[in-house]
């Protein structure tokens, strides 16, 4: 059996990671300027020839899927907050995956939210 642990790694670490791949197909796609219905499912189609879009929906079904799996276990109370981890996670993708720098005020931030996932683990009841 699927421990918990495996469950909320795939929300956290594949939902996450699955975002990233999505941010960088839309980088090689081009920036969206244009907002009417024409361009924008010409934008999207552009999108779909990149191969980072369908790694990146293969990611956040699996992440989707694991976070229905959890929901129907575990309070929603408990849940949001925990997968909040995807924070670092994108800090991370971001910084190394897609170069971006990360300013030392969002590590600051990542860590106050790591500091309340703690206390939401340690007052699981």
Known sequence: ????????????????????????AMKETGEVKDFRPVALI??????????WMWFG???????FFSLLAVLSFENVSF??????LSYVVGA???RFFLGERVSLQ???GILLVCAGVTLVLIGRS
């Open 1 to 24: 059996m699927v421990s918990e642990f495996t469950f909320f790694f795939f929300i956290v670490v594949f939902g996450t990671t699955g975002e990233m791949f999505m941010s960088r």
């Open 106 to 108: 969002r590590w600051t």
């Open 79 to 84: 849940v949001v907050p925990v997968t909040a």
């Open 92 to 94: 991370l993708g971001g």
């Open 57 to 63: 929906v293969g990611m956040m079904a699996i992440g």
């Open 42 to 51: 010409e934008s999207i189609f552009r999108a779909l020839r990149v191969r």
